[in-house]
C-alpha cells in the first residue's frame, strides 16, 4: 500500500482493507469497508477514516506530554495555566472532529492536524519549560553505563517528576547511602539535569531502548519501577514472570501482577530493594554522555555560528525518534557512523541508543562536539529551538534553507504528535521510517510527499545499504 513512496506501482490486493470504520450505530455488518466499499454509511471516505484515525493518534501523544507537564504546572500561574489550557482547547476539539457525521472535507482535516501539530509544539516547549524550571537547566555530563553495585532500583520511562519523588523518599529516610537508583532508557536524560545530580546515589544508567527490558530486567536482582508507557506485559512475554514480582508500575502504567505504587508513597519500593540481593554482573566501563539541552547548547551560538561561516560545520543531522526492536534500526547507527567529521548529530528519545555509544568526538578545530543529546523525546523541540536561533544569525527567513537534515524513526504515537509538530512549522524534506505508517493510504502518502516531500525509508532488508544511499542525497 505504501510502495507510492518508493515510486514502485502499488499493490491493490488489499483494497478491503484501505477503508474501515465501526464507530457508529450505522456501520455495516463487520464495519464499514471490511466488505471493501470506499465509503461508509455516513459518507466518510477511506482518506477521511484514515485523516481521523491521525488526528486520534497525534492526540495520544499530545495526551501523554500534556500530562508531564500537568505534573509540574503552577496552578498559581496564570501563564502556565493559559498554556495548559489551550492544548486542551485543541485536545478536545480534535477528539470532537472524529465524531460521527461531523466533517468530510479534505481541506479541513488537513487544517485541523496543523493546529494538532502547533498544539504540539507548544506541549513540549511547556513540558521543557517547567522541567528547566524545576530540576535546572540540563548540563553535559559523563556517566556510567552497565556498571551498578549494592541495593539498588532501576527506574525506567519518562516521568522526572517521579524519579525526583523516589529520590528525594530515600533521602528523607537517611538511605541515600544504602540505595542506589539507575536509569533505563527515556530516563538517562535525568542525569545532565543539575536538581537530580545533587542526589549522591543517583548512579548511572542501565541498558538501552526500552524493548531491552524483557531481558535486562531479569538480570537485574533489584527492583525496579517504570513510570510511564514502553512496558512489555506478561502475555507478551514469558520472561517477564522472571522479574514480576520485583516490578512495580506507577501512574498511568501497569501490567498484571505487579505492584503499585499508589499516592507517590514510595516506602514498600525501596523496603523492597533493601530486601532484595545486592545487584551484581554489571562491571562494565562504558560510558555515556548526555545533557545538551537546547538552553545549553544556545549558549555556544557564537562558536557554531564561527565554525559554520568558516566551514568547519557543513551539516546538522537530527537522526531521532523512538525505536522498535528490529533490523531496520540499524539505518540510524549506519548513517550516524558515515556522516563526515563537518557534521554536528543532534538526537533525542530512545532512538539514540542505537548510537549513543559511539565517541564521535568534537568537530576538528573546535570545542563543538559532533553528539548533542537533547534529551527525552519531548525534548525534541530543543532542535527547532536550535535552528531558528542559527537562522536567525544568519538572516534566512526559511528553516528548510538551512543545512539542517532531519531522519527520524517513529513507533508509537508521540512520534505521530511530533512529526505533525514539524509539519504545522512548514519544515519538509524529512526521511522517516524505518517503514511507512500503516495507518496512511496512496491519497495522504501523496498529499505529504507534494506538501511536505517526506520520505519513506523503505529498505527494512538492507538497511544499512540503504542508510548510504540516502545519505549520499543528503550530503549532495
Same mark, same amino acid.
Given at each position: 500500500?505504501?510502495?507510492?513512496f518508493?515510486g ?28 471493501g466499499q470506499d465509503i ?22 499530545l495526551a501523554a506530554?500534556r500530562a ?7 496552578e ?7 498554556? %495548559?489550557l489551550?492544548?486542551?482547547?485543541v ?7 472524529t465524531l460521527?457525521?461531523v466533517?468530510f472535507?479534505?481541506?479541513?482535516h ?10 504540539g509544539v ?11 524550571r524545576?530540576f ?7 556517566i ?7 541495593h ?10 517521579? %524519579? ?5 523518599r ?10 542506589n537508583?539507575?536509569t533505563h532508557s527515556?530516563m ?10 545533587e ?14 527490558q ?12 517504570v513510570?510511564?508507557?514502553c ?10 514472570d522472571?522479574?514480576?514480582?520485583r ?24 523496603d523492597?530493594?533493601l ?10 566501563n562504558?560510558?555515556?554522555?548526555t ?13 557554531i ?10 551539516k546538522?543531522?537530527v ?5 522498535a526492536p528490529?533490523?531496520?534500526?540499524e539505518?540510524?547507527?549506519?548513517m ?10 543532534i538526537t533525542?528519545?530512545c532512538?539514540k ?9 568534537n568537530?576538528p578545530?573546535t570545542?563543538?562536539?559532533r ?6 523525546c ?5 532542535a527547532?529551538?536550535?535552528?531558528v ?13 538551512l543545512?539542517?537534515e ?5 513507533m ?5 504528535i511530533?512529526?505533525l509538530?514539524?509539519f ?14 500503516q495507518?496512511?493510504n ?9 506538501t511536505?516531500?517526506?520520505h ?14 540516502? %545519505? ?5
Open positions: 500500500m505504501f510502495d507510492i518508493s514502485k506501482k502499488e499493490n491493490h490486493t488489499d483494497k478491503a482493507i484501505d477503508m474501515f470504520c465501526y464507530q457508529c450505530e450505522m456501520s455495516m455488518t463487520g464495519g464499514c469497508g471490511s466488505g461508509g454509511t455516513c459518507g466518510k471516505t477511506a482518506v477521511e477514516s484514515r485523516l481521523q484515525d491521525l488526528i486520534v493518534f497525534g492526540v495520544k501523544g506530554y508531564h507537564a500537568r505534573e509540574l504546572v503552577d498559581h500561574l496564570k501563564q502556565d495555566m493559559d498554556r %495548559l489551550k492544548i486542551d482547547d485536545i478536545s476539539q480534535s477528539m470532537y472532529f460521527t457525521n466533517n472535507n479534505f481541506d479541513e488537513i487544517a485541523q492536524l496543523m493546529k494538532l501539530g502547533k498544539a507548544e506541549v513540549m516547549d511547556l513540558l521543557s519549560d517547567v522541567h528547566t524545576h535546572g537547566i540540563p548540563t553535559p555530563v559523563k556510567s553505563q552497565n556498571k551498578a553495585e549494592g539498588a532500583i532501576l527506574v525506567s520511562g519518562h516521568d522526572l517528576n517521579m %524519579l525526583d519523588g523516589l529520590l528525594r530515600i533521602k528523607e529516610r537517611g538511605l541515600e547511602d544504602k540505595i537508583v539507575y527515556e538517562l536524560p535525568a542525569h545532565g539535569y543539575p536538581h537530580l545530580r542526589y549522591e546515589n543517583l548512579k548511572g544508567n542501565i541498558g538501552k531502548a526500552w524493548f531491552d524483557t531481558d535486562l530486567f531479569g538480570k537485574w536482582q533489584g527492583a525496579i519501577v513510570n510511564t508507557n512496558i512489555v506485559p506478561r502475555d507478551k512475554s514469558s520472561k517477564v522472571s522479574y514480576i514480582d516490578i512495580y508500575t506507577y501512574g498511568i502504567v501497569g501490567i498484571e501482577g505487579a505492584k503499585k505504587i499508589e499516592h507517590d508513597n514510595y516506602d514498600e519500593l525501596i523492597h530493594a530486601q532484595l540481593p545486592e545487584v551484581n554482573g554489571f562491571e562494565s562504558e560510558t555515556l554522555t545533557g545538551h539541552h537546547y538552553k545549553t547548547i544556545l549558549t555556544l551560538a557564537p562558536q555560528l564561527e565554525a559554520v561561516s568558516e566551514g568547519k560545520i557543513t546538522f543531522f537522526i531521532a525518534g523512538c525505536d528490529g533490523k531496520g534500526g539505518y540510524y547507527r549506519e550516524a557512523e558515515a556522516l563526515p567529521e563537518s557534521a554536528v548529530i533525542s528519545s532512538g541508543f542505537r548510537f549513543n555509544d559511539i565517541d564521535f568526538g568537530i578545530g570545542q563543538i562536539p553528539y548533542l543529546d537533547l534529551g527525552q519531548n525534548d525534541s523541540n530543543g527547532v529551538h536550535i535552528a536561533a542559527v537562522a536567525n544569525a544568519l538572516g534566512v527567513k526559511d528553516l528548510n534553507d543545512p539542517v532531519i531522519v527520524l524513526s517513529w508509537e504515537q508521540k512520534a505521530v511530533i512529526l509538530a514539524l504545522s512549522l512548514g519544515i519538509k524534506n524529512i526521511y522517516l521510517g524505518p517503514k511507512a505508517p495507518f496512511l496512496s491519497d495522504i502518502a501523496n498529499f505529504l510527499i507534494e511536505f516531500n517526506i519513506v525509508i523503505d529498505n527494512p532488508k538492507e538497511p544499512r545499504v540503504q542508510a548510504r544511499e540516502d %545519505l549520499e542525497t543528503l550530503l549532495a
